[in-house]
């Protein structure tokens, strides 16, 4: 059978249940062709469903001479447990199993909770065109529905957890089974040593005032003078929370929002003072009927379930975003008048959990949501795909009145395109959020997805509630390193003990600049102008053009030359020897890119100015190298500080050493400075000047366009006695996720309390209001293809919150028909397909179907709007072997892979196996090369010279 047959054939089985994913060629070409051939494939959100039905369904075995023929010897469990196995990090010998009726099973293990069967089978429906272990779910469900049905934790170190997976699907009772996942976060500092202090430094005491932090809160505060960045020098990306701008000064001001929201992280700082009067109390009646402490639940598996010490500050962060008291003083959270609690599921690291933590976490919100009147849960864990079990929970939480919001990582990628189909998050009550920057774009970190992510919030340079100097500690509770944060900030700063203040560049500026060190070169040339439409609290900042930095080759504080090129910064003090910290706000025009302080002068025993690189600090992971590098992101500020008398020592210290106790510490071919004394105070126009040199790495070889220019802003040098902020900077998905949080619980106002709702009362409320939560967005062409919405949450875009976007759950083809369904359509609307305006067959609030037999072979997008103007997108494939449709690709590419046209359009990361037959390139899908593989499946092939190989498709 030819691969055109043979694909015609695999469509016809396939047909109502998902599409195959083999692409061919049909030009012709001859084997020293093949290496220029233009080979092709596409994407399809529902190829893993696909991938099953076709191992499902070919457990077949031919060999026709002369053609290509599939041996598979393949079940419904196995695949299921292949695609699971390959999915992530888990924890071996564990498991986690969906198991029918309450009698003892087979295998010990710990009962986690009992959930509904309706909403098993919802969950399960769902999840169907995109998760095997949904589709493997539903043909083993049976009766269930008249049935109890447990989740159950399942251990044993004597299997691996294959091995434990296939036993567990060996009973009949086990409706689905999954290794308990670990799961990692994958943003912010990584441990302190005991309760998050918030606004104690080493060695200080405790203040409960932290200054007014809220000028630094970008997305919130709505005025376009501050925040002009160098893509966005009009006004930045704002949320305009109602009743913000003035109540966050106000602490009698009048509550925006209702409800309680809990946080599921690494814990909550319950003594800090912008956080501990927002805090929901449990009752003593409370604590002992669900094991719980005051202020929320344990569940990361330490012995104490009331302890919520914050080991990782990363909760507390989160926490200070959604709720930070409004009483003008440290920051101002999003939601005045909610009142939240924790779930702590990381453990004493702060960094990891796994999916029982989390099964428990979701358990326990379930049966405690109407009782508090909790209206969300901020689930702020980065890079996670949350399974068909944890959807269950979800959906469950969902129908007691709860939306559930999820950060959607950092790592950079397309969700669509990875392996378990992007987030899993199948689930009407959880949106997905990615992280936007102050000019509302896209941020370099974010994950995003155009069906698995639903919309963009505030996630860069975001401003909470963590201390600014934080204990490190090994993992085996050693101390690491003190990794300090010296900032300064114009309303937290006392400006008798800065010296000389803050340079914003608003006026005449006293800080000088320099393309070479003006101690060491009397010549050196001043350069630099003042900016009017950049700046970091305001229009102003000073620009540099890179053509005029100096190209040296001192290095940044991580080894990285400053070969991007770097200039001088000669700050007027009243003394040098009183200077303790320097401290700059930066930015870039175009790529993100690596930069920091790459020197600073001091002076040696002689009062000669000396000029120290950073690489002492960074050998000895001394000397505050935490921030004094930093990536300079498109369209944001990275703030730098620089601890001037913590390197002094350091460079002491390594003076001291010997050459081979140097070298020990890496620091080969080290020229000794000889002992310092302490900053050059450099006298020039009758003043004195500290030096300190920033500078940037090299330019990303691959970048299309490189920065061109440098802007730098509030200048600043401090004594130690000065007003610092308190508080960190963190940029993430996890900043975005809390944001969303936030404002559904300001939707969340004037509901009504949960507890007197019924079941279908309060399903319907949490699926309105994640509705007006993607209604309240502002549109933008350039992230239509990044989120469900194609747009950034914006308060202001639904006033009165009585707007709803269209929530849908599933787009399918078949029979040339498309079948959209979900919620909140209405009874009429506008449908557009590929951009193109399209006549809908059929229209109603839960199902639009339209006609699409014109379509081409491939993926598309359907952008439905409905009656109240907002907007939902869905990708979906049409597969059809008819005569006179396109082939099934989207896109050509160029082979071999070195080439550089295939290198620079390869992004679709797709391309499992190319086999040439017959003057034929056929093209696998990587996610059929993979369950293909887990069937122990071959392609034979007849060559040209008659000889048949088996290869297997690797």
């Not at 989390?358 to 379930?366: Q, V």
């Amino acid at each position: 059978m030819h691969i055109p047959t043979f694909l015609k054939f695999m469509k016809n089985m396939v047909l109502t249940c998902g599409r195959p994913n083999f692409y061919c060629r049909d030009d012709k070409i001859s084997n020293n062709e093949i290496g220029e051939a233009m080979i092709t494939t596409r994407h399809s959100v529902i190829r893993k469903a696909c991938a099953a039905v076709i191992c499902l369904q070919l457990c077949v075995s031919s060999a026709v001479t002369g053609s290509i023929s599939v041996e598979a010897q393949c079940n419904a469990v196995s695949i299921t447990i292949q695609e699971m196995l390959e999915k992530g990090a888990y924890r071996e010998g564990e498991a986690i199993a969906l198991i029918q009726g309450s009698e003892s099973f087979s295998l010990s293990g710990e009962v986690l909770t009992n959930v509904d069967s309706h909403t098993v089978l919802s969950t399960i429906d769902e999840a169907l065109s995109s998760d095997l272990t949904a589709r493997t779910a539903s043909q083993r469900m049976g009766d269930s529905e008249k049935e109890s049905l447990q989740i159950q934790y399942i251990q044993d170190s004597s299997l691996t957890t294959e091995e434990l997976l296939k036993r567990l699907y060996s009973n009949p009772r086990v409706i689905a089974a999954e290794p308990n996942y670990i799961v990692t976060r994958t943003d912010g500092v990584r441990k302190t040593d005991q309760a998050v202090q918030p606004v104690a430094s080493v060695g200080q005491e405790e203040t409960t005032d932290s200054g007014d932090l809220t000028a630094l809160q970008w997305s919130l505060n709505e005025s376009s003078e501050h925040y002009t960045t160098p893509l966005s020098p009009t006004s930045g990306y704002q949320l305009h929370v109602p009743g913000w701008q003035e109540g966050h000064v106000n602490e009698t001001a009048e509550p925006n929002a209702s409800g309680t929201v809990c946080i599921m992280d690494t814990g909550i700082d319950v003594t800090h003072p912008d956080l501990k009067n927002v805090l929901y109390e449990f009752s003593k009646a409370q604590q002992e009927t669900y094991e719980c402490g005051p202020y929320g639940k344990n569940t990361s598996g330490t012995e104490d379930t009331t302890d919520m010490t914050d080991h990782g500050s990363h909760g507390t962060h989160v926490s200070g975003i959604i709720a930070a008291q409004w009483n003008h003083s440290g920051v101002s959270g999003i939601a005045n008048g909610v009142k939240i609690f924790g779930v702590r599921i990381f453990g004493d690291d702060g960094m990891t959990s796994d999916e029982a933590c989390c099964i428990k976490g979701f358990t326990f919100l379930r049966d405690i949501a109407q009782e508090v009147n909790l209206k969300a849960v901020n689930c702020s864990w980065g890079y996670l795909k949350p399974q068909l079990i944890n959807n269950i929970l979800i959906n469950e939480l969902g129908r007691k009145g709860v939306s559930t919001v999820f950060a959607s990582g950092n790592t950079s990628m397309d969700l669509d395109e990875q392996m378990d189909s992007g987030a899993s998050i199948t689930s009407p009550y959880a949106i997905v959020a990615n992280g936007a920057s102050m000019d509302g774009k896209i941020a370099d970190y974010s994950c995003w997805g155009q069906t698995s992510t639903d919309v963009f919030a505030p996630g860069s340079s975001v401003i909470s509630t963590v201390p600014s100097i934080i204990q490190n500690k090994t993992f085996d509770g050693s101390i690491s390193y003190y990794r300090e944060y010296q900032m300064f900030y114009p309303d937290a700063s006392d400006s008798s003990s800065l010296l000389y203040g803050i340079d914003r560049f608003d006026g005449a500026s006293e800080v000088r600049f320099f393309a070479e060190n003006p101690a060491l070169n009397p010549d050196a040339k001043e350069i630099g102008q003042r900016s009017e439409t950049i700046g970091f609290d305001d229009h102003v900042s000073m620009e540099f053009d890179l053509k005029d930095l100096n190209a040296g080759t001192n290095t940044l504080n991580d080894g990285a030359e400053a070969s991007g090129g770097s200039m001088y910064m000669a700050i007027p003090v009243a003394s040098a020897a009183n200077v303790k910290y320097i401290f700059a706000e930066c930015a870039v025009d175009h790529y993100k890119q690596q930069g920091g302080f790459v020197s600073v002068t001091y002076a040696n025993t002689d009062g000669k100015p000396v000029e120290i690189d950073n690489k002492v600090a960074s050998a000895l992971n001394k000397g505050w190298i935490g921030t004094s590098n930093s990536t300079f992101y498109v369209c944001q500020w990275s703030p730098l500080s620089f601890n001037v008398e913590g390197y002094l020592n350091t460079v002491n210290e390594v003076h001291q050493m010997s050459q081979s106790e140097r070298e020990e510490n890496g620091l080969w071919n080290y020229e000794d400075p000889g002992k310092v004394t302490g900053l050059y105070a450099w006298e020039n126009q009758g003043k004195t000047y500290v030096i300190a040199e920033i500078g940037l790495g090299s330019p990303d070889p691959s970048a299309s366009v490189n920065p061109s220019k440098l802007y730098v802003d509030q200048i600043a040098v401090g004594n130690g006695e000065a007003w610092t902020g308190p508080y960190l900077v963190m940029s993430g998905t996890s900043m975005a996720a809390p944001a969303v949080t936030a404002c559904l619980s300001v939707i969340a106002k004037n509901e009504p309390e949960l507890s007197s709702l019924s079941e279908k009362e309060l399903s319907q409320l949490t699926l309105e209001r994640n509705a007006k939560l993607l209604a309240s967005v502002e549109y933008d062409d350039t992230l239509k293809q990044y989120c469900r919405t194609g747009g950034r949450v914006n308060l202001s875009r639904n006033d009165g919150f009585v707007r709803k976007a269209p929530i849908i759950e599933f787009a399918d083809e078949a029979d040339s028909v498309l079948t959209i369904t979900g919620y909140f359509f209405g009874t009429e609307g506008s449908l557009r397909i590929d951009g193109r305006p399209w006549e809908p067959i059929g229209w109603d609030d839960h199902t639009v179907t339209a006609d699409v037999s014109t379509l081409g072979n491939g993926s598309h997008v359907a952008e439905l709007t409905n009656p109240d103007n907002a907007v939902s997108q869905v990708v979906f494939s049409v597969s059809s072997s008819e005569t006179g449709l396109a082939p099934l690709y989207e896109k050509e590419l160029v082979t071999p892979v070195h080439h550089e046209t295939y290198i620079k359009n390869s992004s679709d990361r797709l391309f499992g196996q190319m086999v040439e037959y017959d003057r034929h390139l056929y093209v696998f899908n990587i996610n059929i090369t993979e369950r293909i593989n887990a069937c122990g499946a071959t392609i034979s092939i007849r060559t040209a010279g008659n000889t048949v190989q088996n290869c297997r498709i690797v």
